[in-house]
């Protein structure tokens, strides 16, 4: 009886079809994309929550005066895109902060390179210049920052400078990381197969410390445009950095936040084209686990 019950049920039971590829790729996409939409949803959820307990706090308990609310750096936002700031239009404060960084951290990053790459395959240069590169880096920015004013000026050079300084130890140290973990018995392989100093260094030690310095370059362009603006912060004629120096002169922080904001949108601009081109780059590379590309 119990035998016939159980013949009935699995003649009933569906039998499961086998997915072609097509298919498969289809479910594939379709559970990432949903994986997308929850984890925007869920982004722009706490954006909103965020933003809607901070406006309600200012309007109910805190002094906005003090601590601003997004109503009013929002409105700020919208006087320096239609009307323009104090100091000229928003796009020339843009440009001229943008124009320092980039410039900076070009220099400050090829500079970093090139000198952490030879002093990484270099063990006695870098006991020999260690105390120096130390003693620099542990010099305060911002006092570089003004002496670069009194030296170059209000102009470019002044913001350029500071910027190439805290960019070129971020990439520097990586570079130096990098080349210095090179495995050796692929150099010495190389070597005796005839590759020549300028051979090995541009086939095996540079591509080998490619990842280091792509990683180092994420966090290079922030200090770039941090250096930018702690420049014309010191001293300048235009950029963001004047504008927030003049939002707080002027006990504005609505406008301290509308700067911040811009600038935390160039840098995130800057981290995207830098992730698009280390994707290119680094095509050689096996693909990592998913988790890796977290916090």
């Known amino acids: 009886m119990s035998h016939n019950v159980l013949e009935k ?160 130890f971020a990439v520097f140290f990586n570079a130096f990381t990098g080349a210095r973990e090179v495995d050796g018995n692929v150099i010495n392989n190389a070597r005796i197969l005839g590759a020549g100093k300028r051979q090995v260094l541009t086939a095996i030690v540079l591509p080998s410390a490619t990842t280091w310095i792509l990683s180092s370059l994420h966090t290079a362009f922030g200090f770039a445009l941090i250096g930018a603006v702690v420049g014309e912060y010191a001293g300048a004629s235009k950029g963001l950095g004047l504008l927030i120096s003049n939002a707080q002169g002027t006990f504005d922080s609505a406008g301290i936040y509308a700067g911040m904001i811009i600038i935390t949108v160039i840098a995130l601009l800057a981290e995207w084209g830098i992730g698009m081109a280390e994707g290119k780059l680094l095509k050689w590379r096996p693909s990592q686990a998913q988790s890796s590309h977290g916090i």
Do not use: C, H, M
């Not at 609310?69 to 000229?88: D, H």
């Open 9 to 168: 049920g699995a003649a009933a039971a569906p039998v499961p079809e086998n997915e072609t590829e097509e298919q498969i790729l289809a479910r594939v996409r379709t559970n990432a994309r949903r994986v997308r939409l929850r984890t925007w949803g869920l982004r722009i959820a706490l954006i909103v929550l965020w933003l809607g307990s901070w406006e309600l706090t200012a309007t109910l308990w805190i002094d906005p005066f003090f601590y601003s609310k997004p109503s009013l750096i929002w409105a700020r936002l919208v006087e320096w895109f239609t009307e323009g700031t104090q100091f000229g239009s928003i796009w020339l404060q843009i440009f001229t902060t943008v124009q320092e960084a980039v410039l900076g951290f070009l220099i400050g990053a090829v500079a970093g390179v090139v000198l952490g790459t030879l002093l990484g395959r270099s063990r006695y240069w870098a006991d020999v210049l260690a105390p120096f590169i130390k003693a620099l880096n542990a010099v305060p920015r911002i006092v570089l920052a003004a002496l670069f004013i009194i030296w170059f000026g209000l102009g470019l050079s002044s913001k350029v400078a500071t910027v190439v300084v805290l960019v070129f």
